[in-house]
């Protein structure tokens, strides 16, 4: 189950249908990953086109978030908040590219467009631990000791040689004379 970070940019929304008659909507969306949930900051004023370039941050197994999902809705002072519409976005191409630059998405309710939503996103595996992902890496770090492909090894403070004559181990060195 291969575990990293996903981080969303929310950058903004346009063509949003206005829920309030007589004044502009104040938008926030409601980002969710799997069982993850982040709210954005209120757009107050700013109607149908909002504003927010936000970023959140989600740590999520690969295996089991295979979308996020944006609920746009319309905050309002002395009544529930008003549903916008939402956008789902699949995971899979971004776990396979690493990131997606800054796209728009539908934003839909009751099965129709009802504007859209720019979203970038980036995913970040986290480190294998003990080491690096590279097979071929010239060197790999184990927790403070170095292994290299080079002739001389590092290893913690002390030092292993492949020439015969002579291995130094923190200090002291021995010798094959």
């Known amino acids: 189950m291969p575990e990293g970070t ?12 206005n829920t ?29 086109e909002p504003q927010w370039n936000e970023t959140f941050v989600f740590t999520v197994m690969t295996d089991e978030a295979s979308e996020l999902n944006l609920k746009i809705m319309d905050k309002d002072s002395f009544t529930n908040d008003d549903f916008v519409g939402e956008a789902t976005i699949p995971l899979e191409a971004l776990f396979i590219e690493g990131s997606l630059p800054p796209t728009v998405y539908r934003v839909v309710k009751d099965e129709e467009y009802r504007g859209e939503i720019r979203v970038g996103m980036t995913f970040t595996p986290e480190q294998i631990r003990g080491g690096s992902q590279g097979c071929c890496d010239e060197e790999v770090n184990y927790g403070g000791v170095i292994e290299s492909s080079r002739e001389e090894e590092s290893y913690g403070g002390w030092k292993e040689s492949s020439r015969e004559e002579e291995e130094s181990y923190g200090g002291w060195k021995e010798s094959s004379y």
């Open 6 to 17: 996903l981080e969303v940019l929310l950058v903004c929304a346009k063509g949003l249908e």
């Open 20 to 48: 309030d008659f007589l004044s502009h909507m104040d938008p926030y969306v409601l980002l969710t990953c799997r069982t993850q949930e982040q709210r954005s900051s209120v757009a107050s004023g700013q109607g149908s």
